[in-house]
């Protein structure tokens, strides 16, 4: 009773939105003072990625939705099944495994915790929201049209309003190029991002944002003359509108260099902490880490905490490449930057890390070649054997690795999950 009402006040508050969005738009277009549309060329290239947004959620990102949803309800039925055969069974021959004794079973070390997307209300909250596409849709359009139209009426005066820019006209070239820029970069990552059945809501917020962010760095960084180019316009002329350009294009490197020159000139030392990029894990390119970021996924660290069947519903790729992005980032957390010396070993992710542990267990000929690889991974990259050990065996025990091995092999043989070897 509570899911239906739940998602019966859900299709309501779409409904509400839906007829709100449509008044504010016809209001809107009645009475804002400069109209937004122009008859032009680029009036129109503005409503592009607005309409490829819509297009594709309708066409690809709710049936993709479908598809996986799927998958993770088949994941939680498997994770329920998992969780009491790790009390029963698995925990206990684990650690008499390891050679602890009877004594030291203490099931509330295996008890799982039951995250929020095992909950059904999480699935269906996850559900990619029309409303929401809709809403982005027009933000980012209407972003775009108002660059389109300071293009149009040009620098100065036009139908009464004065652009946010000086006598001189010197903030409307940073203005234009750095929007033109923008629109080139959300576009290009929208290919990347229809290509992996991403393009969501939330990405046309977000490039709605950063187009906009854009526009004001490039005029501001054209006002204060930021990269000393005024005092040979003649020369620099062509450079300055290709620089704020760029700006448009790659606007996170843009605010990056603001920052390191901010840090210079307020003699700020540079940021001591050792972050583990996302660039580390095998799989991962700009356009899939841009889809983690917009989740708050940033670092390795992010990811190797993350739940595979939420982060599966909410960015929409296989599950079984979840898994490995996860399976690589707990290994990581572990060896940080030496992940590149474990890959020699053919070591790429914790369920490699576990089960080699787990070949120390098994019969002498197999123990032997186990123990020679662990000890020539622990001279290359510099550790104690004690500690690699220590890594393995917490690796080997830990919940998460156990579930995310065994569901791996439940999706490729459909037989019952095998225990570990005495």
């Known amino acids: 009773m509570k899911a239906n009402a739940s998602s019966k006040f859900d299709k309501a508050v779409e409904w509400i939105g839906s007829?709100?969005?449509?008044?504010?738009?016809l209001w809107w277009w009645g009475a804002m003072?400069?109209?937004?549309?122009?008859?032009?060329?680029?009036?129109?290239?503005?409503?592009?990625?607005?309409?490829?947004?819509?297009?594709?959620?309708?066409?690809?990102?709710?049936?993709?939705?479908?598809?996986?949803?799927?998958t993770v309800e088949d994941y939680r039925r498997f994770c329920k099944g998992f969780n009491d055969w790790w009390l029963a069974t698995g925990w206990p021959e684990k650690l008499a495994a390891a050679g602890y004794s009877a004594t030291s079973v203490k099931q509330e070390l295996g008890v799982k915790v039951i995250s929020v997307a095992d909950d059904d209300d999480a699935l269906d909250s996850a559900r990619p929201s029309t409303v929401a596409a809709v809403w982005s849709?027009?933000?980012?359009?209407?972003?775009?049209?108002?660059?389109?139209t300071v293009a149009y009426a040009g620098p100065g005066e036009w139908q009464g309003a004065h652009w946010p820019i000086d006598d001189k006209n010197v903030g409307y070239p940073g203005f234009i190029f750095a929007a033109l820029g923008a629109f080139v970069s959300v576009m290009w990552r929208m290919i990347n991002r229809i290509n992996a059945n991403a393009l969501t809501s939330r990405f046309l917020f977000t490039a709605s944002l950063r187009a906009t962010i854009a526009i004001a760095v490039g005029m501001v960084a054209a006002h204060v003359d930021l990269f000393g180019l005024n005092k040979s316009v003649d020369v620099a002329a062509t450079f300055k509108a290709a620089l704020f350009f760029l700006i448009g294009l790659f606007t996170d490197w843009a605010l990056n260099a603001m920052r390191t020159r901010a840090r210079s000139v307020f003699n700020q030392a540079n940021d001591p902490c050792d972050r583990l990029p996302l660039c580390f894990i095998d799989g991962l390119d700009d356009g899939v880490i841009d889809i983690l970021d917009e989740l708050g996924i940033w670092d390795v660290q992010h990811l190797a905490t993350s739940e595979p069947g939420e982060l599966t519903i909410r960015t929409l790729y296989p599950f079984n490449r979840i898994i490995d992005w996860i399976d690589q980032a707990i290994l990581i957390s572990y060896l940080r930057r030496n992940i590149a010396d474990a890959r020699l070993f053919g070591i790429t992710g914790a369920i490699d890390m576990a089960t080699l542990f787990d070949y120390t267990l098994g019969p002498p000929e197999v123990k032997k070649k186990a123990e020679a690889i662990l000890d020539a991974f622990s001279k290359k990259v510099g550790m104690s054997r004690e500690s690699i050990d220590l890594i393995c065996t917490n690796l080997w025990f830990d919940y998460t690795v156990a579930q995310l091995y065994f569901f791996w092999q439940h999706l490729r043989q459909d037989i019952p999950a095998p225990t570990p070897a005495a």
């Open 19 to 25: 007829i709100v969005l449509v008044g504010i738009i």
């Open 33 to 70: 003072p400069v109209r937004l549309v122009q008859p032009t060329m680029w009036g129109v290239l503005a409503t592009l990625p607005g309409i490829v947004g819509l297009v594709t959620h309708f066409a690809v990102v709710l049936p993709r939705f479908r598809a996986q949803r799927q």
């Open 137 to 148: 849709a027009v933000i980012l359009t209407v972003i775009f049209e108002i660059a389109a």
